[in-house]
């Protein structure tokens, strides 16, 4: 038994948190959700192999923003839009999704984008580091949503949590790391981006003043709620 073990956490990189067959079973029952542009979007990912947030993990965005009627929300790390599509899809016209990335072409993509679906009106686009824009941009927010360089996810929870309002909601995508998280049991040595994983992790759940749960689809996506 111990073998086995440790051959499933060797292997660990390999590990999806959810089976395939399922996430294809949930992203059917999402299928209202398809719009042209999003589906462009989606191809324009794949094709250039840019990491975005796959369709359930947007509707899951979506949801929660809804759910606590959010109308400002911060992303570290907004890529072309995809996340942002989310998040302005449920702030509405009276809301605002602050985005921040160091691309100026990234810029031009989400305003393509977003504009074709009347939601970049709702869009504050920088392009420039997060935690700087983040640091010069005033006020409480409603989420802080974290995509950046996984080795700055516990400076990115460090800045973010002082900035969010009681019942309010911080958010990070790949959490789970392609199950590289679970390879603190072994003697391998880990990546510095996996040890900012698993300090990120610990960091919200040992943080009192936030209740936090991992959504494993796709890679994993933490929600810690201020009380």
């Known amino acids: 038994m111990e073998r086995i073990q440790s051959s499933l956490i060797n292997s660990s990189a390999e590990i999806k948190p959810v089976n395939p067959l399922i996430e294809r079973y949930m992203r059917d ?8 542009i999003l589906t462009e979007m989606e191809e324009f990912a794949r ?26 929300v911060f992303e570290f790390g907004s890529g072309f839009g995809y996340s942002a599509y989310w998040f302005a899809k449920a702030v509405g016209s009276d809301g605002c999704v602050i985005c921040s990335d160091t691309d100026v072409a990234n810029l031009e993509r989400a305003d393509k984008f977003l504009s074709a ?3 970049w009106q709702q869009i504050e686009f920088n392009v420039n580091i997060a935690q700087d824009v983040f640091a010069q941009t005033e006020g409480l927010f409603d989420i802080c949503y974290n ?3 996984k080795c700055d996810y516990p400076e990115i929870w460090l800045m ?7 019942g309010g909601l911080y958010i990070a995508d790949n959490v789970l790391w392609h199950g590289r998280v679970i390879r603190e049991n072994t003697a391998d040595a880990l990546s510095p981006s996996s040890e900012a994983i698993l300090e990120h992790n610990q960091l919200i759940f040992q943080d009192t003043a936030f209740d936090a749960f991992i959504n494993p689809v796709r890679d994993g996506v933490i929600v810690a709620r201020k009380k």
Do not use: C, E, W
Request: positive net charge.
């Open 29 to 36: 029952l999402v299928s209202s959700t398809d719009h042209s």
């Open 47 to 72: 094709v250039r192999n840019f990491p975005i947030v796959n369709r359930l993990v947007g509707v899951f965005l979506y949801t929660q923003a809804k759910m606590i009627n959010a109308k400002r």
């Open 117 to 119: 679906v009347d939601l």
């Open 147 to 149: 995509d950046v360089d």
């Open 160 to 166: 973010a949590k002082k900035r969010i309002r009681s």
